[in-house]
């Protein structure tokens, strides 16, 4: 629970029209600033300035892209999430697609926590795949109840049929699709490869992942 001081420095950022926006927009994807600012007709100084009031109360986090490097991308914090709420809702699609570069750790914890609690048919795929999936992202699947022992990376152009709710789960996913799928700016754990950051990015994929199926609560016309 935020302390009154800080709810309060939260409140008095977001009684700014244009901050609202932008914690609205950020309820179910990361965006970059550039995003933001062409979605609400910002010019990038103002942007800039809206997003350190939101950083400073903090209700915004930034991290720079593995992907290009040059792009940074913001979300809401969880402090944000429990101050707002889950957010618009979203109508059902026929399938969810969570997609990162090789398939192998982030999108096939994603489905698997998917299948878990939701009917929504689910599936996940890579840009490149890899030649198996990460045995720490077995390992850790598995101390959660998530089964990935038999899972098999998939390509991304071989999966997806165009009509599903498409969720890059990683930046250089995000960077190569043509499309705009929802983007969750999960960092990628083979780079240290530990047990630790296989288990932050577990946490942090089922907790948007819980969040995502919440939203989902309109038909699909």
Request: with cysteine; proline share 6%; glycine share 6%.
């Amino acid at each position: 629970m935020m302390e009154l001081a800080e709810r309060a420095r939260a409140y008095a950022a977001l009684g700014d029209p244009s901050r609202l926006a932008i914690v609205e927009l950020l309820a179910n994807a990361d965006r970059a600033p550039s995003e933001l600012g062409a979605e609400l007709g910002l010019p990038t100084n103002l942007m800039a300035h809206h997003l350190q009031i939101l950083e400073q109360a903090g209700l915004i986090s930034r991290r720079r892209s593995e992907g290009d490097g040059r792009r940074s991308y913001v979300r809401r914090t969880a402090a944000c999430d429990r101050l707002l709420g889950t957010g618009p809702s979203l109508p059902r699609p026929r399938r969810v697609a969570f997609v990162c570069a090789q398939n192998s750790a982030r999108s096939q914890l994603a489905e698997a926590h998917w299948r878990r609690i939701s009917d929504v048919p689910v599936v996940s795929a890579g840009m490149h795949p890899a030649a198996r999936v990460h045995p720490k992202a077995v390992t850790i699947g598995r101390r959660h109840g998530l089964d990935l022992a038999g899972a098999q990376p998939k390509l991304a152009q071989d999966v997806l049929a165009g009509d599903e709710l498409v969720i890059a789960v990683c930046d250089r996913a995000y960077e190569e699709l043509d499309t705009r799928p929802l983007h969750w700016s999960v960092p990628d754990p083979a780079r240290s490869d530990t047990d630790a950051a296989f288990e932050r990015v577990y946490d942090d994929l089922t907790a948007r992942v819980e969040l995502l199926a919440a939203q989902l609560t309109e038909d699909l016309t």
